[in-house]
Structure formats: structure tokens, C-alpha cells
């Protein structure tokens, strides 16, 4: 909806604008894509900030703005706090709809009258968010993006033992941030969420355990800058949609998202996150005290009765020396009463039980496969019940929903609606049509050449889940990106310096057992992108993330042996495709696991490979 007053000339001139970021962005790669975001937006370079006196806009301290930043010590502590930027009015509510690493909106404008109705005009199009003051001539309005909520509603969420605390508290936070109360208990809870390091991200997004996900904001980012910042409704695909943060990011911007992914459960997950974003708080809280009751009941005959373990766990994991008969035994039973439970769940509910079902057992029995190329891998398996940490995600569940209900309300949000497929990412089905943009995030090289094996590690809910047998499982994995098993590659289809990799690989006695699936990887993108080329519109973009490069170590020393240069690979076999490469950005990410061996001591960074499709 466009707000009359803005579209009507009221305001003549641009307005100027200053950007506050969130205080958790400790990295370059992040104040890159906050600044590309912005630029896509405005279609003008903005410029630094760095603190919040050099931040008052020209002109603009008669007007009172510094009253506006209630918590300016909650900003950045060094560097970059912000961006300064002149544009039109008419942006102001795209800005707080859409925008992602920013905190605070201000926004200066020359005023000529009817500067009451434009503000009625604002708040009924995005919300409870803005705060306005008429001084000297000029109107002043400070907003409140709705990303910033998105996120911290999270920790809001954390805190709050029921929906209706989480209500409360979401509408405390806000009238803090806006600087509307001072009650202890709401300036407190502002302080709090704003000064933390931890990255935050929608209560979505933590559904279920899924590694080598992406992160929220940048997915949201990625798909602004990819679309222009656009506004109205576009079509976005992720041929690698994994647990579903493209999907979610798309929805919530008000675009149309379709996610593909080979995985049956990754399907599932994306799916009933995109259910939950509409379901009722007091539903799931019924369905909760339901659960509670069956599983009670339930347990008591499967101790009796315990499923057979064999029909749950494949060979090859009850021949590690953790599994044994006991173990297997045990967690039979405690998989075979949360069956019980999500059996008896009301329909409308099932798909999101069935995957607080697959998150505690994925969190229970955690495997990690060691990277030899010949499938060890560890096992370990947690000591707290299965059904404990079912009805506490239910409970998470239940407050989440009932965050997307005050979120919905407040925002005047309406989500566009996404849908999963279980499908393949080189071999795209033809009725999901043309796109707008192409966001997604492959395997990456490491992960695919036996390092890791997603399917292989969520064999116990897939099986659990009935989507595979014990048996079926290795088919599934055998079927991914660059898999362990397949017909054997011709090296010379690859390029040369994937040739180069493979033959390394291959000289190298520890290591040749990954010279064939690396070489099936990179054949495998070759297709994927070919795939994305048919499905993207013309003129259209895509953005892959990958890995920057993948390092070679020797075991003793960790010295580097060889390194693939992995995304400027893909880059060119993304060449090779059709596609125009308009640029590679390097971002590093934080590392949460220094224990990783042996890339533990190394900075890590993703690499955005930015593509078009040439217009027809």
C-alpha cells in the first residue's frame, strides 16, 4: 500500500536519512552487504557514520533528534555505527518493511503542512513503529525496522514462560525502543536484547537442528539486493533450500518463494516453517497439553512393548561401538512414543510434530563424519530424554506463534505465501515456472567430496519419520551432490583447474578416495547451474554462496598442502552456463566451533557469486 501523502508531493525535496546499524555486526563482510542493502534501496552511494554527533543531520539539532536515540550507547562501540544518506519520502516505508542490519530509522524532512496526516498514513501501513516531532520547520521521524523486532523477538520469546508474556514483553520492547516509557522492567529488557553479541535471528528459523544453514539477515539482505530492492511481489527460488531461511526471508518480504531440495526431511522443515508463520498460539498450546497426556500414556506400553531397533537404525551405525544393544534398544522405545504422540496430533499440526520429533532426536543422536572420504564418523548420544526436549520445542513453538501473532497485528504484516519441493537442484521440474531471482547456498565442495553427510546424519529421523527404510538411506545420500558412490566421472569433462584438484587428489595416498566424488561435484554444479540458467527470467539475477576455497592440510603439522579455489570454479562453470558474473564478494564469517580440525586456526570466509542472466 503506498502512503498517499508521501505520493502526493506534499514533502518536496529528499529527505535526509540516518541509518543506525544493530550493535552485534563485528564483521566487514556484514557493514558490506548493510551498505550494498541501502545502496540497492536508495540507487546512490551512502556514506559512514561513525559516531552518533556526526550522525544529526545537517540542520537538523534545533529539531530535537538527538532525543529520538534513547539508546545510543546500545550502538556499535567502534567503527561504523551508521550510514547518512539523502533520498525521497516515499522510501521511508520500504525502508522499515524491509531493511536488515539497521536499528534505527531517522528521517528529516522539510515541512509543508499535512504533516499529521502523513504520519496517520505511515502508521497505518507499517505499524506501532515511528515516533514524530515538528520543529524549526522540519518533521522529524524516528522508526523502528520490523526486521529489528523479527529478531529480537527471539530473546523476547526466551524469556517469557507463556504467549501472553511474550505479547506483553514484545510490547514493553517496543514502547522502550521508541522511547515511549520509562518503566524499569521495559528500559531493562530494551538494554538487554540491544547490547548482546549473539547473533539473533527469527524464532522461525531455530525450528529444528540443521547444520551449514544461512544466516537470516543475510539471506534477507541478499534477496534486496538481488531484487533491487523492489518493490512488490517477486518470484524467488533456492535450488538448495535446506531448511527453509530463503523461504522464510522471501515470505516475510512479501515475495513468492519455492524451495527445492533432494532431501525429503529439509523439505518438511522448510514447510513447517512456513506453516507455523500462520498458525494460532492458543492452537499450539492445546496441542501441547495433548502431547503431554499421550506421551504418558504411550510410554508406559512401549516399555513393554519396545519397537524393534533394527527397524530403525541401518547397519552401518550399529556397528559403531557406541550403538550398542541396549542403547538401541532405549531409543527405540523413546522414538517409538513420540510416533505415538504425533500420530495422535490434529492434522493441521502434524507436519510441525513431525519435525520437533526429527529436531530432538537429530540433537540426541549427533553424528559427525570425519572427512577420511570412507565414512567414519562419531557418534554421540545425549543423556536428556527425547519427550523432554519435544515438549520444550512445542512450548518454544507455541510462544513463537504467538510472537508472529503480535508481530502480524503490530506490523500490519500480511506474509506471501512459499511452498517445498522434494526435488533436484540438476534436474529442476518444469511446472515451478520463471524467477525473479535465484538466492541459494549449494553444498559445499568439503561437505560433498565425504567430509560430511547430511543424509547419512539424519538417517534416525528420516527412518523415524517413515521416508526412508534403514536401506534406503545410502540411496539417498548416493544421490547428492558429489556422493561417495556413482558411475565414474570422465576427468576430462571437468575444467582445468578442477582437473588440476582431482589430480592431486588422486596422487595423494590418503586422500584418493575423494578424487572421484570431487570430480562428480563440480560435474554435478555444472548441471545445477545450467538448471538455474533455464529457470531464472531474463535479466534476472542469482547470488550463490559458497565456500571460498577448500584447504588441504598435512595431518601433523597443519601446513597447507593445496589449496581449490572453489568459488572462482563455480564462477566459471556458472560462466560456462550462460550466466554474466557481475562480481565475487569474500564475507568471513564467525566461527562457533574452534575445535574443527584442521581448519580450527584459519579465518573463514563464505564468497557471494553474483550472477545475471543476459536480457532477451
Known sequence: MAVPF???GAHEGPADYLLILRRNIALDGDLMLARRELEAFFQTPVQNVETIHEGIMEGADGAGIQQFI????????????????????????????????????LCVLPEHGGGRAWVEDLRREVGEVIVTREAEGKLVVSALPHYL???????????????????????????ALLGHTADREAVALAQAVLISCRSTSPPLHGLHYFKAKFFPRMARSLINIGTGACEG?????????????????????????????????????????????????????????????????????????????????????MRNRRMTGELAGSLASEIGALRCVVEGSAPEARNLLRVLMSDAICRKIRMRFLGTGVGRFSLTVGSRPLSRMFLQSLSHAAKAAAAGEWLRENLRLNPAPGQALVGDARRLPDRIGAFDLILTSPPYLPASSGRESYAKAHAPSLIALGMKDAGSVDALADGCMGAMEGDEPDFMELLQRERDAVEWLARDGLRRPKAGPTARY??????????????????????????????????????PLYVVPCAEILAEEAEAAGFVLEALHDVQLQKANRNARPRSLDDYFETLIMLRKAGE
Open 6 to 8: 508521501l505520493d502526493s
Open 70 to 105: 534513547p539508546f545510543d550507547s546500545c550502538v556499535r562501540p567502534e567503527g561504523v555505527i551508521g550510514f547518512r544518506v539523502s533520498g525521497p519520502p516515499a522510501l521511508l516505508p520500504r525502508l522499515i518493511r524491509q531493511v536488515s542490519f539497521i536499528q534505527q530509522i
Open 149 to 175: 523486532l523479527f529478531e529480537l523477538s527471539e530473546a523476547v520469546v526466551r524469556a517469557s514462560s507463556d504467549g501472553n508474556e511474550v505479547r506483553r514483553k514484545l510490547q514493553q520492547l517496543t514502547d
Open 233 to 317: 511481489e517477486r518470484r524467488i527460488l533456492d535450488s538448495f533450500a535446506g531448511s527453509g531461511t530463503t523461504l522464510v526471508e522471501a515470505a516475510t518480504l512479501g515475495h513468492d518463494g519455492v524451495g527445492v531440495d533432494v532431501d525429503p526431511l529439509a523439505a518438511l522443515i522448510s514447510t513447517a516453517k512456513l506453516d507455523l508463520m500462520g498458525m494460532e498460539s492458543g492452537f499450539l498450546e492445546e496441542e501441547a497439553e495433548n502431547a503431554i497426556l499421550r506421551l504418558s500414556c504411550k510410554a508406559k506400553v512401549l516399555n513393554q512393548t519396545p519397537p524393534d531397533a533394527a527397524m530403525l537404525f541401518p547397519e552401518w551405525m
Open 522 to 559: 563440480f560435474l554435478d554444479m555444472r548441471r545445477a547451474f545450467e538448471e538455474m540458467h533455464r529457470a531464472l527470467k531474463p535479466s534476472a539475477r542469482a547470488v550463490v554462496v559458497s565456500g571460498k576455497q577448500s584447504t588441504f592440510y598435512t595431518f601433523s603439522t597443519r601446513e
